[in-house]
């Protein structure tokens, strides 16, 4: 079973990022830059916890997609979102700012960007503080936010 999941390709052309907190979840996130719609949205184009997550991180470093650290928001992209679908709105800003760095960092290869924070907005939409809730963390993780958000 292992090797059939070694072999699996979980990413797709369009993923761009793949946010994870490197211990259990991550998710990969595409976006059609050269969209013919008005509004794109960003989907997830792939999610992984456990042994998968790490298959993911592996492929997205042979791929030469960007791996973008941000605990918080790979746990609530996991739980909230599916295969496919598109970010919810509560997470179009925290998703936005990790694009608009991967997307300006790849390109202005010469400058420096301040690495954003995403996990903050999130936080601050949940009415937590953020120096708080990270001493918290691990308690956090392992929340089971499908009971509480539904």
């Known amino acids: 079973m292992n090797n059939q999941l070694d072999t699996k390709s979980f990413l797709n052309d369009d993923s761009i990022v793949v946010i994870t907190d490197h211990k259990r979840y991550s998710v990969a996130i595409s976006y059609d ?37 941000s605990p918080f928001l790979a746990c609530m992209l996991y739980v909230m979102t599916d295969v496919g679908q598109e970010i919810i709105h509560d997470h179009y800003w925290p998703v936005a700012e990790v694009l608009a760095f991967v997307i300006n960092t790849g ?17 601050r939409n949940m009415g937590l503080n953020i120096k708080t809730a990270t001493c918290n963390y691990e308690n956090v993780r392992h929340f089971n936010y499908k009971n509480k958000f539904g």
């Open 33 to 69: 830059l050269v969209s013919d719609d008005d509004d794109p949205v960003p989907r997830v184009s792939a999610k992984g916890d456990n042994a998968t997550f790490k298959l993911i991180n592996r492929e997205a470093e042979k791929k030469g997609i960007e791996q973008f650290e």
């Open 107 to 123: 390109y202005a290869q010469d400058c420096r960007f301040k690495k954003p924070n995403p996990d903050k907005y999130i936080f």
